[in-house]
């Protein structure tokens, strides 16, 4: 649903990345900021030299990187080559920073300061660059204001919609200090399902202007490939919306087993503190010093 029109060998490309993502969110996770610092400097290293032998011995995620990225340059365009570069580094230190915002239990000051800081750990802007693995988009096309508020629109509806389906999980396990639930009962001091009730507002919001860009001001470039490349590019970006959607329920990570009763009967009683093995809540975490 998310990369349509990919043929198998992009679509492999995709696979690989979410697999990535995933991997080092997990690592991520229960390590010091310090130790995400050096896992995301391997990590950087290795997309930038995806040809050169990891040193013995070394985290495994940098092998994981750089077998990724070998294969993806192989079929990826320039511009979505630069742009996955330019953004993993981003999304990478962000999450050093969200890592020492967990160790040194900092407060998020404002919802404002939460979106900043979560546009970027979400990982949804390397995802983006995914979508134009057999696109060619100028650089200009891509910084047109339209484009880049599609994107951002895009980005924080896939926060919100995580953020609902992830705080029952991350709570249980005292992890939810990032998350737009935790964020909003403590700066507008209101419970959870009051909290629940602005995200949902805050994301029909989002979807009413995002549709509203992509319905009547897209912008045209007056050449019939690029204007076909930027429309293959914007259907890409609200459909990670509504396959994200959809693969928070129908995967476990999140919800176990009762994703798909859930999306039916849109009820969760939130699970006691401190479970990290549950039926109820999605398979927590790998050995982030592998």
């Known amino acids: 649903m998310v990369y349509l029109g990919h043929d198998a060998p992009r679509l492999r490309t995709a696979c690989d990345v979410m ?15 310090e130790e995400v610092e050096a896992m995301t400097e391997i990590m950087m290293d290795a997309l930038h030299n995806p040809h050169k032998p990891r040193a013995e011995g070394e985290w495994v995620g940098g092998e994981l990187t750089r077998q990724f990225w070998e294969l993806a340059i192989e079929t990826a365009s320039p511009g979505s080559q630069k742009r996955f570069l330019e953004y993993y580094d981003q ?16 407060p998020i000051a404002s919802v404002e300061e939460y979106f900043l800081l979560r546009r970027l750990t979400i990982g949804a802007k390397p995802a983006f660059a995914i979508i134009e693995l057999d696109l060619d ?22 926060i919100l919609s995580n953020d609902i389906v992830s705080y029952n999980k991350e709570q249980a396990c005292g992890d939810a200090i990032s998350n737009i639930i935790t964020i909003i009962t403590v700066t507008h001091h209101t419970g959870v399902q009051d909290a629940m009730d602005w995200v949902e507002r805050h994301y029909h919001d989002c979807a009413a202007r995002f549709l509203e860009l992509y319905y009547h001001h ?4 007056h050449s019939y490939r690029v204007d076909a490349d930027v429309a293959r590019y914007v259907d890409g970006l609200g459909n990670w919306v509504r396959a994200n959607d959809r693969w928070n329920y129908e995967s476990e990570r999140y919800l176990g087993k009762r994703g798909l009763e859930i999306i039916k009967d849109r009820w969760v009683t939130l699970l006691p503190k401190e479970q990290r093995d549950n039926k109820d809540i999605g398979r927590l975490i790998n050995d982030a010093l592998l």
């Open 137 to 158: 988009l100028p650089q200009e096309v891509v910084d047109h204001p339209v484009i880049r508020e599609m994107e951002v629109l895009s980005v924080d509806m896939i």
């Open 218 to 221: 897209v912008p045209k470039f």
């Open 91 to 106: 999304y990478a230190r962000s999450v050093v920073r969200e890592a020492q915002i967990r160790n040194d239990d900092i």
């Open 19 to 33: 697999d990535l993502f995933f991997f080092f969110d997990d690592s991520s996770d229960v390590a010091t900021s």
